[in-house]
């Protein structure tokens, strides 16, 4: 066979995805799928698994048995790093791709979809299993549900402890379910695998609240492990005059539940007809994005505080880094605008609703690579940017130190991450410990601190 260029475009039609909730990437078939991996080049050093991945996963390997056509072994090696490939070969951004030595002569391997190819068609011959696991006779408590609470559950499993989960929410997932939207990821593919994992043996305890409802001293006192999971509810709010009208969300108010089947956001969250403005250039506001536009938005304009990234990869990172550049994602294919540079000082409320912001363009110092250091305002270029609904996706800033985190007297570092203390078992994975970042880092650390129990 002839060696395949990388496929560009892997989305399906705009016309068509914007009109439905369903995801909005398509799959490979066999053939794609063994052409894509068959890219994979013999490169000696395959950074995309050493700098590229954060569970370390055997790309090449896994290629190598695409190209070959088999499935099983392709399986096999996926899983002896990771457990979750259907939520990674959904939405990570693959870090791995930016380490791929194609980079350096054309494109990289399309490993994310090479990964989800393997997962879902092992899902549909029943080859997906998890392993058997001897009793070690301890009991651990995982606490959320999110990608690390889920990852350490079935890592402390398969060593044999009895596990139970408690989740707040309703359902399991964390912002699998309740942030990241059913068009990137579907969510009967949470409940395919929580469903596996139920089976295995893992109880879930939802709808309940460690250091509410439960005391969580009490959780740490009977169970062997605790293992604390409990991502960054926190999120970045702007406090600048006016943040109390009416129409200004949270990124995660605004998308919460909105796009599970069978629920529904609150009526006051609804976009449609309105002239949104979303704070935020990273993949939260992406996503406040693509709610806006299948909900009929009048317009939708996204803003940013930093500078617009070079086209191409920065100097700054050269190969095989993770690549600072400007990146277009699924959602601004879709519609809308993009500005950057944008600092927000006041919003402009009429009859107590939003009606704009008042914004100052910023320029920024930038180091002799090109990041940016530091900005400064330029006078005369204060605007009005109007708005009737304004959705703030500014990231988010750590655990909150009552609760649960006083229950258990534990530390906070200043950056809002908890200070595990494993002398009396408490253990912390995921963004909780780290910060917010990725849902393969969320796993990948889980991964870790569980490998040291
Ligand atoms: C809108 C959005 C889009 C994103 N898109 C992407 C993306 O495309 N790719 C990517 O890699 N990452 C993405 N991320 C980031 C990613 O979702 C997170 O990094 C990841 O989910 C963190 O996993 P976690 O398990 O540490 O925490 P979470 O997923 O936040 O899970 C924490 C869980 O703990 C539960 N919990 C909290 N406190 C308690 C308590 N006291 N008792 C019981 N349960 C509790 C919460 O309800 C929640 O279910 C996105 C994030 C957002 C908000």
Redesign the pocket.
Known sequence: MDRMNRIQDIYRPVAERVKDRDEVERRLAAEEAEGQAARCRDCGIPFCHGAGCPLGNLIPEFNAAVAAGNLERALDVIGRTAFFPEF?G????ALCESACTGNVHDDPVMVRQVEKFIVEAAFEHGLVKLPVAEPNGKTAAV?????????AAEALRRKGYAVTV????PK??????????NW??DKSVIDRRVALLEAAGIKFVCG??????IS?DYVRRHFDETVL?????NARDLKIPGRDAEGIFL??DF?HGAEMPGEKNPERFGARGRKVLVIGG???G???VGKAIREGCASVLQVEFMPKPPETRSPSTPWPDWAYMLRTSYAQHEGGERRWNVSSKRFVVENGRVAGVEAVRVEWETSPQGRPLKPTEVPGTEEVIEADMVVL?MG?VGVPAE??VADLGLQLTPRGAIVPDPERHVHA??????G????????A??KRVVAGL
């Open positions: 990674t959904r939405v990570c951004p606490v959320g549900s999110g990608p690390a609470g889920l990852y408690y989740e707040k929410h399991p997932g964390g912002l699998l379910r309740y942030g990241i939207p990137k990821l309940t609240e460690i250091g509410k409802d969580a999971a409990i991502g960054t509810p990124a995660l998308l990273g993949d939260t992406n996503d406040c996706a988010f609760g649960l994975v995921g963004d909780c410990a780290t917010a970042s990725l849902v393969v880092r969320a796993m650390d889980a």
